[in-house]
T-cell receptor, first 115, second 115 residues
Framework: DSGVTQTPKHLITATGQRVTLRCSPRSGDLSVYWYQQSLDQGLQFLIH???????AKGNILERFSAQQFPDLHSELNLSSLELGDSALYFC??????????????FGPGTRLTVL | AQSVAQPEDQVNVAEGNPLTVKCTYS??????LFWYVQYPNRGLQFLLK??????LVKGSYGFEAEFNKSQTSFHLKKPSALVSDSALYFCAVRVGTGGSYIPTFGRGTSLIVHP
């Protein structure tokens, strides 16, 4: 158990809908990273938050947004969903802002299926 | 830009035989290299990392990896494979100065250990 929790485990929804994925980092970790994993794209970095502030963006669509709350949990909002958004979404946490030697601890993921 | 290549989509090995999962990287600056393992329907789990010092790094579950600067490689090895080692393995690189602290992941290598 990594100490990172994600809810829900599975999400099935229809095209055009909006969903929210939730992540709670390990106790004491201030950084939260979001990743999308699909068969054709591999593991893609989406966005990074540190202590409530957005710090880096990757291949995140404009339809997607995220935030990190004062209690450090984070939410990833996906809107106007398309079939191609079906994927596994992971969050990972680590202690510091840009700790390049820090291990990232991954949650179990949320499997999103868009029908 | 930093990149990671895992040249093999799949590696097959018989139980009890040694295994190698290959990873090569390209960075400007000093690399920090990581191996993660993903079991079916689970998040990524940290195996080991190279920061500095001894080129041979030992990690969890009997795995080790050798950092080779001249060949820009960080291959994952295990002397004797177990069926339970069957999983998806990801190599990742981070860079301090001169690069992005956001990890770049390889596309993953599926390891199949046959009884």
């Amino acid at each position: 158990d990594s100490g990172v929790t994600q809810t829900p485990k599975h999400l099935i929804t229809a095209t055009g809908q909006r969903v929210t994925l939730r992540c709670s980092p390990r106790s004491g970790d201030l950084s939260v990273y979001w990743y999308q994993q699909s068969l054709d794209q591999g593991l893609q970095f989406l966005i990074h938050y540190y202590n409530g502030e957005e710090r880096a963006k990757g291949n995140i669509l404009e339809r997607f947004s995220a935030q990190q709350f004062p209690d450090l949990h984070s939410e990833l909002n996906l809107s106007s969903l398309e079939l191609g958004d079906s994927a596994l979404y992971f969050c990972a946490s680590s202690p510091r802002l840009a700790g390049v030697v820090d291990t990232q601890y991954f949650g179990p993921g949320t499997r999103l299926t868009v029908l | 830009a930093q990149s990671v290549a895992q040249p093999e989509d799949q590696v097959n090995v018989a139980e009890g035989n040694p295994l190698t999962v290959k990873c090569t990287y390209s960075v400007s600056g000093n690399p920090y290299l990581f191996w993660y393992v993903q079991y079916p329907n689970r998040g990524l789990q940290f195996l080991l990392k190279y920061i500095t010092g001894d080129n041979l790094v030992k990690g969890s579950y009997g795995f080790e990896a050798e950092f080779n600067k001249s060949q820009t490689s960080f291959h994952l090895k295990k002397p004797s494979a177990l069926v339970s080692d069957s999983a998806l393995y990801f190599c990742a690189v981070r860079v301090g100065t001169g690069g992005s602290y956001i990890p770049t992941f390889g596309r993953g290598t599926s390891l199949i250990v046959h009884p």
